[in-house]
T-cell receptor, first 110, second 112 residues
Framework: DVKVTQSSRYLVKRTGEKVFLECVQD?????MFWYRQDPGLGLRLIYF???????EKGDIPEGYSVSREKKERFSLILESASTNQTSMYLC?????????FGPGTRLTVL | GESVGLHLPTLSVQEGDNSIINCAYS??????FIWYKQESGKGPQFIID?????DKRQGQRVTVLLNKTVKHLSLQIAATQPGDSAVYFC???????????FGTGTKLQVIP
């Protein structure tokens, strides 16, 4: 079974703080993704990575950056957190057809 | 069905009845369509997929129908159970391309 883990289930940060969200997978998948999920808006792609050190912007990359130094680890970085980044953040990998998701990190920015 | 905006469509179904969740997709070049189930507090989980060269695919208690003429996808759940209560997302993917586009989701409530 593919396992995708995220470093925190719940996180509370203050405006202006730098925030790191970590995601680790154990199935040697090439592609990894970061989404944010907001009520009624579904999943929106922030960034994805198709290989180590490779990344591509998704639909809403503004205010975020990513890092993929090792194949199994994909980090999402909020350089200066703002209240409109309060959301559920989901990491995923891509198998042959379907994606495998982590449990999510609910981030609150005060 | 699914909609763009802040309101999540909700489908309420009596336990034991069949459920039909609808989805409209946008990209006629998509060749994979996938349904995910997201239970409260968890990430989405794969249910079933269908390729664009098919119009029907069956799994255990679930059937997906694809109508490419009107770009419509549906998920049918037979004999709905309380454990089916969740938010259901459709997703489309163009083959060989990593990016997946998700619908906004439909909440299924099963009434015991």
């Amino acid at each position: 079974d593919v396992k995708v883990t995220q470093s925190s289930r719940y996180l509370v940060k203050r405006t202006g703080e730098k925030v790191f969200l970590e995601c680790v997978q154990d199935m040697d998948h090439e592609n990894m993704f970061w989404y944010r999920q907001d009520p009624g808006l579904g999943l929106r792609l922030i960034y994805f990575s198709y290989d180590v050190k490779m990344k591509e912007k998704g639909d809403i990359p503004e205010g975020y950056s990513v890092s993929r130094e090792k194949k199994e680890r994909f980090s999402l970085i909020l350089e200066s957190a703002s209240t409109n980044q309060t959301s559920m953040y989901l990491c995923a990998t891509l198998g042959t057809i379907e994606q495998f998701f982590g449990p999510g990190t609910r981030l609150t920015v005060l | 069905g699914e909609s763009v905006g802040l309101h999540l469509p909700t489908l309420s179904v009596q336990e034991g009845d069949n459920s039909i969740i609808n989805c409209a997709y946008s990209n006629s070049a998509s060749d994979y369509f996938i349904w995910y189930k997201q239970e409260s507090g968890k990430g989405p989980q794969f249910i079933i997929d269908i390729r664009s060269n098919m119009d029907k695919r069956q799994g255990q208690r679930v059937t997906v129908l694809l109508n490419k003429t009107v770009k419509h996808l549906s998920l049918q759940i037979a004999a709905t159970q309380p454990g089916d209560s969740a938010v259901y997302f459709c997703a489309e993917r163009a083959g060989g391309y990593q990016k997946v586009t998700f619908g906004t989701g439909t909440k299924l409530q099963v009434i015991p």
